[in-house]
C-alpha cells in the first residue's frame, strides 16, 4: 500500500534556529512530491520535486529529493515566528490522478 | 485568497440534518478534489472529479454524496452523518501544473 511519512511530528525551537523536516515514500510509479504550509486556513504551496538531487529553494525555505532512497528534506533557515505552521508532505503517482499525504510536522518557532 | 473559495466556513449539524458544502474555484482548472483533514490523521482523500466525471471514490460512506454540475463547482451533500465525521473538509483543484490549490476548508460538527 502506498504511503508517505513524514517526521517529526512536531517541533519546538527558537528564532534563529535551523530545521530539517522530513519526509519519506513508498508510492508505486512516483510522479512527483509536494511540500505545503498549513497555517489555520488553506494549505499553501511551497515546492514541486520531480527530480532527483535538484534542490528548490524560495528564500529561506529549500527542499531536495532523494529518488533512490525515497525521501526528501525541507529546510528552514534563520526561522521566524511566521513559520509556525503544519507542514505536509504529499506524493504523487504516475496515471492516478491522486495523492497522498503525509500526517504532517507541526512546527512551532517561539520569540 | 487562493482562487478556490469554500462556503460555509463553518458548519454544525445534527446527526438527522441534511446540508451540503460548496467549493468553487476561479482558476480555470479541469480537476477538483474533496479530503478529510482529522487530527493528528493524513489528509483523506474522498473524491476526485475530472472535467466533471467522478474518477475516484475512495470507499467513501454513502451518507457523504458528491455532486460536480461544472468544472468550477463541486457539492458535498451531508445527511445522517457521525459524530467521528466532524472534521476540517478541503477541496482542491488541479491545473496543468498539476498542483493541487486549496480551499480554507469548511469546519464540520456533527453533534
Known amino acids: 500500500e502506498d504511503k508517505v511519512v513524514q517526521s517529526p511530528l512536531s517541533l519546538v525551537v527558537h528564532e534563529g534556529d535551523t530545521v530539517t523536516l522530513n519526509c519519506s515514500y513508498e508510492?508505486?510509479?512516483?510522479?512527483?512530491l509536494l511540500w505545503y504550509k498549513q497555517e489555520k486556513k488553506a494549505p499553501t504551496f511551497l515546492f514541486m520535486l520531480?527530480?532527483?538531487?535538484i534542490e528548490k529553494k524560495s528564500g529561506r525555505l529549500s527542499s531536495i529529493l532523494d529518488k533512490k532512497e525515497l525521501f526528501s528534506i525541507l529546510n528552514i533557515t534563520a526561522t521566524q515566528t511566521g513559520d509556525s505552521a503544519v507542514y505536509l508532505c504529499?506524493?504523487?503517482?504516475?496515471?492516478?490522478?491522486?495523492?497522498?499525504f503525509g500526517s504532517g510536522t507541526k512546527l512551532n518557532v517561539k520569540p | 485568497e487562493t482562487g478556490v473559495t469554500q462556503t460555509p466556513r463553518h458548519l454544525v449539524m445534527g446527526m438527522t440534518n441534511k446540508k451540503s458544502l460548496k467549493c468553487e474555484q476561479h482558476?480555470?482548472?479541469?480537476?477538483m478534489y474533496w479530503y478529510k483533514q482529522s487530527a493528528k490523521k493524513p489528509l483523506e482523500l474522498m473524491f476526485v472529479?475530472?472535467?466533471?466525471?467522478?474518477?475516484e471514490n475512495n470507499s467513501v460512506p454513502s451518507r457523504f454524496s458528491p455532486e460536480c454540475p461544472n468544472s468550477s463547482h463541486l457539492f458535498l451533500h451531508l445527511h445522517t452523518l457521525q459524530p467521528e465525521d466532524s472534521a476540517l473538509y478541503l477541496c482542491?483543484?488541479?491545473?496543468?501544473?498539476?498542483?493541487?490549490?486549496f480551499g480554507a476548508g469548511s469546519r464540520l460538527t456533527v453533534l
Open positions: 482542491a483543484s488541479r491545473g496543468s501544473a498539476n498542483v493541487l490549490t
Open positions: 508510492v508505486t510509479n512516483f510522479r512527483s
Open positions: 520531480t527530480s532527483s538531487g
Open positions: 504529499a506524493v504523487e503517482p504516475i496515471n492516478f490522478n491522486k495523492f497522498y
Open positions: 482558476l480555470g482548472h479541469n480537476a
Open positions: 472529479y475530472n472535467f466533471k466525471e467522478q474518477t
